[in-house]
Nanobody
């Protein structure tokens, strides 16, 4: 399984970014983030089928996750960004078929992308 994350950048507070995770196939996928000095934390996840999805409380209502199966790409749409959203964002894929399972913990994923930096200025 290969993953390529992209779409990070510098944005002002209140702005939006869309991250993309392009994989070599179709897998249950998650997004995690890590800030300097902090542990990696769960952000969002989507099942193989596209439903259900799950979000961390800190991003619920601001972020959405979706997938375009024709492009083997999962998107993380981030709106109303806050300085505390600043982090390196990683996508992860679980290399098995599980129609409606979602995975919230990093240990459940066996494939990781290289990370994309998101910086939100105040």
């Amino acid at each position: 399984v290969q993953l390529q994350a992209s779409g990070g950048g510098l944005v002002q507070a209140g702005g939006s970014l869309r991250l993309s995770c392009t994989t070599s196939g179709r897998y249950p996928t998650g997004w995690f983030r890590r800030s300097p000095g902090e542990d990696r934390e769960f952000v969002a996840a989507i099942s193989w089928s596209g439903e259900p999805t799950a979000f961390a409380d800190s991003v619920k209502g601001r972020f959405t996750i979706s997938r375009d199966n024709a492009k083997n790409t999962v998107y993380l749409q981030m709106n109303s960004l806050k300085p505390e959203d600043t982090a390196t964002y990683y996508c992860a894929a679980k290399g098995l078929f599980a129609l409606t399972e979602i995975y919230r913990y990093s240990y459940q994923y066996d494939n990781w992308g290289q990370g994309t930096q998101v910086t939100v200025s105040s």
